[in-house]
C-alpha cells in the first residue's frame, strides 16, 4: 500500500534508531499509521533512513509460524 513519512520521532536513547511513522493510505482506522524503525539498508548495503515527506510503499510480511487460524 501506498504510505507518507509524517514523522520522524528521535530516539532519546543514543543506541536506538529513530522511528518514522508512516500514515498508510487506505489502511483502516487502526492501521492506518505504522512506525518502523528508521535505519534501513540499500541494494548497494549502506545504512539509509527515511526523510520526512518522502512517499513509500508498504508491504508487510510473516513467517507462518507468526500466524493464527482465523475462527
Keep these: 500500500m501506498a504510505g ?3 514523522t520522524i520521532i528521535k ?3 543514543p543506541n ?3 522511528k518514522a511513522e508512516i500514515h498508510v493510505v487506505g ?3 487502526l492501521y492506518g499509521e505504522i512506525r518502523i524503525d528508521n535505519s ?3 541494494e548497494n548495503g549502506e545504512e539509509v ?3 520526512l515527506g518522502a ?3 508498504v ?3 510473516a513467517k507462518a509460524v507468526s500466524k493464527v487460524p482465523n475462527k
Excluded: Q, R
Design 4 to 6: 507518507t513519512v509524517e
Design 11 to 13: 530516539s532519546p536513547f
Design 16 to 18: 536506538l534508531s529513530d
Design 27 to 29: 489502511a483502516g482506522h
Design 40 to 42: 534501513l539498508t540499500n
Design 49 to 51: 533512513s527515511l526523510k
Design 55 to 57: 512517499h513509500v510503499e
Design 59 to 61: 508491504t508487510i510480511d
